[in-house]
């Protein structure tokens, strides 16, 4: 079997969700079905480590399909005439973008449809692009892959699609992470809390801030927030709230961090806390649950699927709540180890190889069609 994929996402600085269901994914599928080709497709220069297996031939098509005009340009015009020159089987876009009109069963995996939710969250022409074409990808598609229950219902109830077509396939989390209390310069003395995620106007971090301020003030702690993440776009909001907390110095944002760097961040934090607005997901809940910390998270969308029974569960909307969930850890020791210990067992549930297994299943229904 020839299968094309989409590979576009594989560059040196992997850094999301959709990045990290990429890489997983496909070195374990690759090497686990030596007799079938693999085209890994990609709009640059690629680095050899992402050709995981002699059975992959990697392929560049240009150009660079950096904004929405181009990401068009690239799918209908490069890799749709591509596809039937290398006699391709199954199309597989683990970014969710097929070219249209192919006759080639596609699966791509849409992990949520936020931008059809918070349409201003996303730059104007991302915005647009994201609304007017993913229902059309997801319709044309043989299946569709998404990552959470919450997520395969929130497309059927706002795009109409059939259920039937869509398999949920659970994100993982790396071997990498666990309990780790190596010394390191990293980590600042005392305690804090850590945050981890872009900077993005969906994961609230501002509201994250207003809670922090609000516990400093009623705990008379000295604790930190570490907020662990890249600056994406439409940052104004949380620049403000940070620029006129009195607890400023205590804010730390330490940028965009390395598995190794997070591990050690999130082992020795008082707590995870993510609140979102909206996740499809929400791949920091697993990693700090494997690395024994507690988490404090959203009780919308996917997030109290994920986490279970394992996290305290806050209204995003609620700076108060959200702080008054982090005085409750620091009182209640009892609390603490409980979440520790339902939080073994929940992240248990997540693993790489459950989601490899979970996609080459689809592809395997996609071929049988």
């Known amino acids: 079997m020839n299968i094309a994929v989409n590979t576009r996402l594989l560059i040196d600085d992997l850094h999301g969700g959709i990045e990290w269901f990429t890489y997983e994914s496909l070195r374990r599928i690759t090497a686990a079905n030596p007799a079938h080709k693999f085209y890994f497709i990609f709009d640059r220069q690629y680095d ?14 240009g150009p660079r399909a950096v904004h929405p005009l181009l990401w068009h ?33 596609s699966i791509p995996v849409i992990h949520d ?3 059809m939710h918070r349409k201003k969250d996303l730059p104007f022409l991302k915005s647009l692009y994201f609304r007017q074409r993913f229902r059309k990808f997801a319709l044309e598609a043989s299946r569709v892959v998404t990552v959470s229950e919450f997520s395969k219902k929130d497309m059927v109830d706002t ?11 659970y994100n993982g989390v790396s071997e990498e992470y666990f309990p780790d209390n190596t ?37 008379g702690t000295k604790h930190k927030l570490i907020i662990a993440g890249e600056r994406f776009f439409l ?42 607005w909206f996740e499809g997901f929400g791949i920091p809940v697993v990693e700090a649950m494997k690395c024994a910390t507690p988490v404090i998270t959203s009780s919308t969308t996917s997030l109290p699927e994920v986490g279970g029974d394992a996290a305290i569960y806050v209204n995003p909307g609620r700076p ?39 996609l080459w299943e689809t592809l395997i229904k996609s071929i049988k069609l």
């Not at 050899?48 to 098509?61: D, G, I, R």
């Not at 400023?248 to 390395?258: A, M, N, R, T």
């Not at 702080?323 to 693993?351: C, H, T």
């Open 235 to 276: 940052n104004g909001e949380t620049d403000r709230v940070i620029g006129a907390s009195k607890y400023k110095e205590d804010i730390l944002l330490v940028g965009k961090k390395s598995r190794t760097e997070l591990r050690m961040l999130y082992s020795r934090a008082e707590a995870l806390v993510f609140v979102p």
């Open 48 to 61: 050899e480590k992402f050709v995981f297996s002699s059975n992959v031939e990697p392929l560049v098509l």
């Open 113 to 115: 449809i936020n931008f």
């Open 159 to 169: 795009w109409g699609i059939n259920p039937e077509k869509i398999d949920v396939v």
């Open 320 to 358: 108060a709540e959200i702080a008054s969930a982090m005085q409750k850890l620091l009182r209640m020791n009892g609390l603490r180890r409980d979440l520790l210990e339902k939080g073994r067992i929940q992240a248990n549930k997540f693993s790489w190889d459950n989601t490899a297994a979970g």
């Open 73 to 105: 340009y690239w799918l209908q015009y490069r890799v749709k005439p591509l596809l039937k020159r290398i006699g391709a089987d199954i199309f597989l876009s683990p970014d969710g973008m097929i070219p249209l009109g192919t006759g080639i069963p």
């Open 183 to 219: 010394a390191n310069d990293l980590v600042p003395a005392g305690p804090y809390f850590l945050f981890v995620g872009n900077l993005s106007p969906r994961k609230n971090v501002a509201n994250l801030l207003r809670a922090f301020n609000i516990f400093r003030d009623k705990s």
